[in-house]
């Protein structure tokens, strides 16, 4: 399947395209709850990364086959305490941040040797280890704990719009970065827009998707947006004001295979460490409580 011109979400038309099925078994597979999907004003949307992985799971190997080696790559969510902790670490980790769903989709497939992560759903408290727990292409990885962090709104300094909440945001129509779609951040507005009662159309956007966090503080920084979702760590790195909105788990996606090849431990054993508390407090936003726990395995 070629996505390289497919949008992020794909409607029930583009998506049996894409996967080379007729409508009907779209919507066949989606009374079945068989297909990844989410509906929104009524209309069924497909998410590209969520369709790469509900394929990429079902692949079956000629008997004898390995799954080849992953490269030495961390992906998924973007946060400063973590890029840290990989250069304190010396693992020789690249780091490829494109959201928390575009990186869980890249470790499925074998492109990533792990994934730091931050998901959203509506009415489910834990969804990363939710994620993991639905999908078989996750039967040989373990949630690692990274952190809880401090997810709230971005503002200018001295907060000149007096926002308090996403009712507020909607109420004096300011302008929202957003990140993309599939990343945590997104997922949690998403979330968050729905517990107060309101959609993402009432939203005032502001310009194109910002590709991470420090992306995203830029943006109201330099006033092209009023607000935007990241954590109070970014905000503090930029200079930016914050707005507390909640807490939330950031955590490690492995396979238990590579758990104990040396650039997983050489990362966990900073994690493990005090200068990573300190560095912790010093950003300020994060939980430490959870670092290094298995949270989920199978």
Same mark, same amino acid.
């Given at each position: 399947?070629?996505?390289?011109?497919?949008?992020?979400?794909?409607?029930?038309?583009?998506?049996?395209?894409?996967?080379?099925?007729?409508?009907?078994?779209?919507?066949?597979?989606?009374?079945?709850?068989?297909?990844?999907?989410?509906?929104?004003?009524?209309?069924?949307?497909?998410?590209?990364?969520?369709?790469?992985?509900?394929?990429?799971?079902?692949?079956?190997?000629?008997?004898?086959?390995?799954?080849?080696?992953?490269?030495?790559?961390?992906?998924?969510?973007?946060?400063?305490?973590?890029?840290?902790?990989?250069?304190?670490?010396?693992?020789?980790?690249?780091?490829?941040?494109? @959201?928390?769903? !575009?990186?869980? #989709? =890249?470790? /499925?497939?074998?492109?990533?040797? &792990?994934? *730091?992560?931050? %998901?959203?759903?509506?009415?489910?408290?834990?969804?990363?280890?939710?994620?993991?727990?639905?999908?078989?292409?996750?039967?040989?990885?373990?949630?690692?704990?990274?952190?809880?962090?401090?997810?709230?709104?971005?503002?200018?300094?001295?907060?000149?719009?007096?926002?308090?909440?996403?009712? @507020?945001?909607? !109420?004096?129509? #300011? =302008?929202? /970065?957003?990140?993309?779609?599939? &990343?945590? *951040?997104?997922? %949690?507005?998403?979330?968050?827009?729905?517990?107060?009662?309101?959609?993402?159309?009432?939203?005032?956007?502001?310009?194109?998707?910002?590709?991470?966090?420090?992306?995203?503080?830029?943006?109201?920084?330099?006033?092209?947006?009023?607000?935007?979702?990241?954590?109070?760590?970014?905000?503090?790195?930029?200079?930016?004001?914050?707005?507390?909105?909640?807490?939330?788990?950031?955590?490690?996606?492995?396979?238990?295979?590579?758990?104990?090849?040396?650039?997983?431990?050489?990362?966990?054993?900073?994690?493990?460490?005090?200068?990573?508390?300190?560095?912790?407090?010093?950003?300020?936003?994060?939980?430490?409580?959870?670092?290094?726990?298995?949270?989920?395995?199978?």
């Amino acid at each position: 399947m070629d996505g390289s011109r497919q949008p992020e979400l794909l409607t029930t038309a583009e998506a049996a395209d894409y996967l080379r099925l007729k409508e009907r078994k779209i919507y066949e597979l989606i009374a079945e709850g068989a297909v990844p999907c989410t509906k929104v004003t009524g209309k069924w949307l497909f998410p590209r990364a969520e369709l790469d992985r509900w394929v990429a799971a079902g692949l079956h190997r000629p008997a004898g086959m390995a799954r080849a080696e992953p490269p030495p790559i961390l992906g998924g969510s973007h946060d400063p305490l973590i890029e840290w902790a990989v250069r304190e670490s010396g693992a020789g980790l690249a780091g490829l941040a494109e @959201g928390s769903e !575009a990186g869980l #989709a =890249r470790f /499925a497939r074998g492109e990533v040797l &792990a994934a *730091a992560i931050h %998901l959203h759903a509506v009415g489910t408290a834990d969804a990363n280890a939710a994620t993991m727990a639905a999908d078989p292409a996750h039967t040989d990885s373990v949630l690692v704990g990274l952190v809880r962090r401090e997810q709230g709104l971005l503002v200018a300094p001295g907060n000149p719009l007096g926002l308090a909440d996403l009712s @507020g945001v909607v !109420a004096r129509k #300011a =302008r929202m /970065a957003l990140r993309q779609p599939g &990343a945590g *951040a997104t997922l %949690l507005l998403l979330k968050l827009l729905a517990a107060a009662g309101h959609g993402f159309d009432d939203l005032t956007v502001a310009g194109p998707p910002c590709p991470t966090g420090p992306d995203l503080a830029a943006a109201v920084r330099s006033g092209r947006a009023d607000c935007g979702i990241a954590t109070r760590a970014v905000a503090v790195l930029a200079g930016l004001d914050f707005v507390p909105l909640t807490f939330e788990d950031f955590d490690l996606v492995v396979r238990q295979r590579d758990y104990f090849r040396p650039p997983v431990q050489a990362l966990l054993g900073v994690l493990a460490g005090d200068r990573f508390r300190a560095r912790a407090a010093e950003m300020s936003g994060y939980d430490t409580d959870v670092t290094g726990t298995i949270r989920w395995a199978p």
